[in-house]
């Protein structure tokens, strides 16, 4: 998942420095303060107190599979198709890693289950991280930093590049954060992975389309010049049933 910027003993020194200390650092500190970057963009995209609000997200990963989340108690379900066109359905919770899973209609004993809920885990970890990137800027485990501005499409963006102390099931990625200084939404992301090469170059997706689900902005669209994901299915709600994490039946229009 650059370079960091910084506001990098005689009479004239000390008129100089006098000279400075009369110019004005608000406005410089405000546009590489990455905290305060961070801040900003959350409040864009609700603020804290909606983002705490915020307890059930459903939505398609690229079309390759259905996710629903409980954020509050951790329960989750993952449905889609093996490619050899199985269905498969997870029923587990992701913070006690414990769940059923069910193949063909068929429930899964002990061994072959413990390999799908580590596929399920991986599967959270990666898709909701595509889905809400910009809502964990701060997380524990995060180094955050500003990587200076660039300019794209006559838009000015502030960057924010993301490392991590152990976190994650690849923690030696590094991410990149273009915050439009305009609006304080992240319109696109970059990101090296830590098993590439050290030539190659970080691979960039535009999230586009941001709009407001429940009490939160979300975008429901990655973009780049080959091709255009989708996440589809996006919603927020207050309720579910509980059926929807504890039944192997599809859910119904919710």
Do not use: C
């Not at 989750?76 to 490619?83: A, I, K, S, V, W």
């Not at 006559?154 to 990149?176: A, H, I, M, S």
């Amino acid at each position: 998942m650059p370079k960091n910027s910084s506001h990098h003993s005689r009479p004239a020194a000390v008129v100089l420095v006098l000279a400075f200390a009369f110019i004005p650092a608000a406005s410089a500190d405000h546009h590489t303060d990455a905290n305060r970057i961070a801040e900003r963009t959350l409040e864009a995209m609700g603020g804290q107190e909606a983002w705490d609000a915020t307890r059930f997200i459903r939505f398609n990963f690229f079309g390759f599979r259905l996710h629903h989340w409980d954020r509050y108690t951790g329960r989750h379900r993952l449905e889609g198709q093996t490619r050899e066109g199985e269905a498969y359905v997870v029923l587990h919770n992701i913070k006690t890693r414990e769940g059923d899973v069910y193949l063909n209609g068929e429930k899964l004993d002990d061994e072959k289950k413990a390999e799908w809920l580590e596929r399920a885990y991986g599967a959270w970890i990666n898709d909701t991280y595509w889905l809400l990137m910009p809502y964990k800027l701060r997380d524990p485990g995060v180094n955050l930093s500003y990587d200076g501005e660039e300019k794209i499409d006559g838009k000015v963006y502030d960057k924010l590049k993301l490392t991590f102390d152990g976190v994650g099931l690849t923690p030696g990625d590094t991410y990149w954060a273009y915050i439009n200084r305009e609006t304080g939404l992240m319109d696109r992301w970059a990101y090296f992975l830590q098993n590439w090469e050290e030539d190659r170059e970080p691979t960039q997706w535009q999230w586009v389309d941001w709009q407001t689900y429940g009490r939160i902005k979300l975008s429901p669209l990655r973009k780049n010049p080959e091709r255009e994901a989708p996440l589809g299915e996006l919603a927020v709600f207050d309720h579910l049933p509980d059926e929807v994490f504890t039944s192997m039946k599809s859910p119904g229009g919710e």
